[in-house]
Every structure is written in C-alpha cells, then in structure tokens.
C-alpha cells in the first residue's frame, strides 16, 4: 500500500489559476495566483471576447490517444494542465467557474455529507444519497452556505463588461452541439467586452456509458474536433480556452454490500466519489477499520487520516468551507488504479474518474487566437 501522500496537482498553474487569469484580466481581484503566460497573452492581444470552452471528461491523455496530430486540439494544444482533486465534475467545475479550490468553494465531489442536516447529498441533483429523493433541508441551506459566485457573475456585478454562461444546467441553455456553437458565436458578436463560460457534459456522458476509448467516445471526441474549429473560424477578436474538467478509465468495481466487516464499522455511507472515498467510522473503531480495509483493498486504495489530507492542501489551498472537515468523514481512500468503491446510492459506470492516475488529473489547455493582432 502506498501510504505517503504526494501532491501530483499544481496548485499555482491548475484549472483554478487559469480562471483566476481571466477573473484579472476583466479587472476583478482573483483570490489565487494567475498564469503568467495566459495574461502575457491577454495583455498583448487584449481581446474583446475571451471564451472559456469546458468538454466535460475530454483528458488530455484522452485526446493524444483518439485524435491526430494535425486535428484542430493537439494542433492547438498549448501544454498539459492539472485539474483539482478530486478529479471530478463537480470539483472542477466550480473551480474553473469561480476561480476557487474545492476546500474553499466547498463542493467537493458528486456526493458529500452536509453536516448541518446530517445527510449525503448528490449536490448537482439536491438529493439524498440513499434513497434519491429531492431533500428539502438541502434546498433551505444550498444558497445560502454553498453559494456560487462565478467569474460571469463577479464580472455583471462591478458593471463594466459583460459575463455569460452557456449550460444545459444553469445559465444560457441549448439543444444540441450545434446549437451550442450557435449560441456561443452570437454572443462573441454583441458589442462589449465579454467572457463567454461554456460547458458541454460529452463526452463524460458517453464515457461513462462506453468507455474512454469506445468507437462512441472517440466519435463525441472527433466531432466537438471538428465543430469547435469550424466556429473558431467564424469568430473575431476573441481569445479561445479550451479546456476539460478530468479525464477518465476503465472502472472494475468493489461492492461493500459484500464486505459485512466493513460496513458494520461504518457510521453512515460513503461520500465524495468512488475513486477518491470518504468513510465515517464509529467510534473506537478507527484502526480497526484502518487495519482491515487495509487488508482487504490495500493493494488498490491508499488510506489517508483525515489530519494528512487537510495538512497535505489535497483540495487546494484557501479559505476552508465550513463543511469540508465534516465532508472528508474519518479517512480517504485514494486509489491510482482501476479501482472504484461502490456503496448505497452509488451509479455503476464502465468509465470513472475522480482517482489519482495521470489519464484522470491531466487536463489540455488548447489556446486559439482570433485577435489578428
């Protein structure tokens, strides 16, 4: 079992620091260190249009696998960033939005444990683990102690230039690619200077289902290629970051529902991912349960004391949410291999993400200039 925490995130030039770039560049004051090259760049070029395009699960080992040398992305391709931990959509995804780690923000992955109503909460569905319903406890709080304030709403809220989100979960929605494409091309043509966030779930979504490396994955991977240089072409004076939240592999799966042992020592269900994985242990029972699931999935996950993993700044560094020591339970299962855990409320996918393997953390970040200046 490898036991020793080691840090494989860049905190100073991560998903975080390039949205603390932009945040700098639209004039607002950014709470972490930015990228010198991004606002070197920035500042010579000084568009009228930064877009900020985010291919949920699109890896940069991912991509250097399914695509060509000459494709659009890995012509593009300005160099290889890391994500934040855990590497995952909801972590990430917030962190490239507000330009803050997951310890500050404090979504720290699909499910997480809310201490104020005792409950694990699917936070992008605002339902409870275990049973999947709705949970109107969450919904009083959410706003108020997990808010998001993103780069689009700090840049609308001083007044001065224009912010905008494109999702089908929030923000400008759409139908399809192309209509998201459509969509992101009328905006960059409004007068004002603007930053254009969007986010398209593919191909995550079809990853999951298939595979990372499936004839259906590569096919999600080779058409976002191909539409994002076509609306490359039809835009003007804008900067273009293109960007992925994680990456992902394929996933064999560990039921706890066959490990009795295991679940009788702990206090209520897994949280955070499956990859990356909070356990809550009842009282006394920590180095038992540290000694037996040791024995039985060491060769898999290494566990970490909650006391290591806050010391280590594993979610990044910042203001630490007042959930975040609740949410990390007693211990952290990490795991670099194929490994995931599967627990009540759990979805069973043949990809994940969320570990620690270089297919998961490294991210692209693919630069195209349309200033022609």
Request: aromatic share 10%; glycine share 6%; net charge negative.
């Amino acid at each position: 079992m490898k036991n020793q925490m080691k840090l494989k995130n860049n905190y100073n030039e991560c998903i975080t620091n390039l949205a603390c770039s932009i945040q700098k560049y639209f004039g607002l004051e950014p709470k972490h260190n930015t990228i010198d090259y991004i606002d070197d760049l920035l500042n010579k070029k000084q568009p009228k249009n930064i877009l900020l395009l985010l291919y949920d699960g699109m890896g940069s080992r991912i991509i250097d696998k399914i695509l060509n040398k000459d494709d659009f992305f890995i012509k593009n391709k300005l160099k290889e960033l890391t994500t934040v931990f855990p590497a995952t959509t909801t972590a990430a995804t917030l962190s490239a939005r507000t330009g803050l780690n997951p310890v500050e923000h404090g979504w720290l992955g699909w499910n997480m444990y809310v201490s104020p109503i005792k409950e694990t909460i699917t936070l992008f569905k605002d339902k409870v683990k275990v049973t999947g319903e709705i949970s109107e406890e969450y919904l009083k709080i959410r706003d108020k102690k997990l808010p998001i304030n993103t780069t689009a709403d700090l840049i609308n809220k001083k007044g001065k230039y224009f912010g905008v989100e494109i999702s089908q979960f929030g923000g400008i929605s759409f139908e399809d690619l192309d209509d998201m494409m459509k969509i992101i091309q009328e905006e960059c043509s409004k007068e004002g200077k603007r930053y254009i966030y969007a986010y398209d779930n593919e191909p995550d979504h079809t990853m999951h289902d298939f595979g990372p490396y499936s004839n259906e994955a590569k096919e999600a991977v080779k058409q976002r290629n191909k539409k994002t240089e076509e609306l490359c072409e039809k835009l003007d004076d804008t900067i273009i970051f293109i960007i992925a939240d994680h990456g992902h592999r394929l996933a064999e799966h560990i039921y706890l529902k066959n490990y009795p042992e295991i679940k009788e020592m702990m206090e209520r269900v897994t949280s955070i991912e499956q990859r990356a994985v909070s356990f809550k242990i009842k009282e006394g029972l920590k180095e038992e349960f540290k000694n037996k699931f040791n024995e039985l999935f060491g060769q898999y996950f290494s566990l970490y004391p909650k006391e290591e993993i806050i010391e280590s700044k594993l979610f990044g560094d910042g203001k630490q949410h007042e959930f975040f020591e609740e949410a990390l339970g007693d211990f952290l299962a990490i795991t670099d291999t194929n490994k995931c855990i599967i627990d009540t409320g759990d979805n069973v996918r043949v990809s994940s993400h969320a570990g620690y393997s270089d297919n998961e953390i490294h991210i692209p970040l693919i630069v195209v200039d349309k200033t022609n200046r």
